[in-house]
């Protein structure tokens, strides 16, 4: 992939994550990584909070993919109906805070959001690719890597 012109100081930015609502800013005024990486880590771990699926379909593009950390590609339907599971399912989630939270921007408004989340003993690394529409933001590809 071809190196951005943008300065090295700008292209990945780290920022402690905020849960304040009041941190956020609106995506029509975020115009600098640290504000697009406030905003969108506030959004994550994409798949670990309850919603409903008008959400779901409100946050996740048509064309939405996911690799999962076995390898395989799943489609945006296929997400939704574990999730749904998963929601359905009275069990506590292990879903610990997500940290070390970084983003890039790839182009205008689209952005590269990587962060690491632990589920009990799983440790993983997440990536997704979000993109701004209009006054919303929509997610167009997650990944989820395990480290060993």
């Known amino acids: 992939m071809p190196r951005s012109a943008t300065?090295?100081?700008?292209?990945?930015?780290?920022?402690?994550?905020?849960?304040?609502?009041?941190?956020?800013?609106?995506?029509t005024t975020a115009d600098t990584?640290?504000?697009v990486l406030a905003e969108l880590s506030a959004r994550e771990p994409l798949f670990h909070q309850r919603c409903s699926r008008a959400d779901f379909e409100r946050q996740t593009a048509d064309d939405f993919v996911e690799t999962g950390a076995s390898g395989r590609v799943y489609d945006r339907e296929f997400v939704w109906s574990v999730l749904a599971e998963r929601f359905a399912d009275d069990e506590p989630d292990e879903t610990g805070?997500?940290?070390?939270?970084?983003?890039?921007?790839?182009?205008?408004?689209?952005?590269?959001v990587t962060y690491a989340l632990v589920q009990g003993s799983r440790h993983t690394r997440r990536a997704t690719i979000w993109q701004r529409r209009g006054d919303d933001w929509v997610a167009l590809y997650h990944q989820g890597t395990v480290v060993d």
Do not use: K
Not at 7 to 27: D, E
């Open 7 to 27: 300065p090295a100081s700008t292209r990945s930015r780290r920022v402690p994550r905020s849960r304040s609502p009041s941190s956020r800013r609106s995506p």
């Open 97 to 112: 805070p997500a940290t070390d939270f970084a983003v890039r921007e790839l182009s205008p408004d689209t952005y590269l």
């Open 33 to 35: 990584p640290v504000d």
